[in-house]
């Protein structure tokens, strides 16, 4: 497993990072965004799509639990599984054939459900100080091609 760590002052670093991971990131990923409330999950998510040249609103997935972006090279889904309350319901709501090679997946909360594809890049945002901590882990080849180093 490779891992990068990288200190994010404030919401436009986080921004601006999410804006370069946006280079390397290709069809067939999926990605955990990890963190307590507030962390930045969502700001980092902003800086990704706006980063693969997204320019309409980016918006939480919080209360709609995904929300799909067409992108020209694929369908971005962003969900947000804090409001799950059973880690059955990703069974239940229908989500698994957004994971397909042609698809990038960011979540949010995966821990709040079971049956995940395993992520191939894992990033956990921790709070610290003003700003925030990024510590991203490959968990596979595609992923090791979203680190930047």
């Not at 990890?34 to 980063?51: D, P």
């Not at 090679?101 to 709040?112: A, D, F, H, N, T």
Request: charged share 20%; hydrophobic share 40%.
């Amino acid at each position: 497993m490779s891992q990068f760590t990288r200190t994010l002052a404030d919401e436009a670093d986080t921004l601006e990072f999410g804006q370069m991971l946006a280079a390397r990131i290709l069809a067939g990923l999926t990605i955990y965004l990890n963190g307590e409330l507030g962390a930045g999950k969502t700001t980092l998510a902003r800086g990704i799509l706006r980063g693969l040249g997204y320019q309409g609103k980016v918006k939480s997935p919080t209360f709609t639990l995904v929300e799909v972006y067409s992108l020209p090279a694929f369908e971005l889904f962003h969900f947000d599984f804090y409001r799950f309350t059973d880690p059955n319901e990703l069974a239940q709501a229908g989500f698994r054939d957004h994971f397909t090679p042609q698809s990038v997946c960011l979540i949010e909360w995966p821990c709040k459900a079971i049956g995940l594809p395993v992520a191939d890049l894992n990033i956990q945002l921790n709070v610290q100080d003003q700003g925030r901590i990024a510590i991203l882990q490959a968990q596979s080849e595609l992923g090791k091609s979203c680190l930047p180093y």
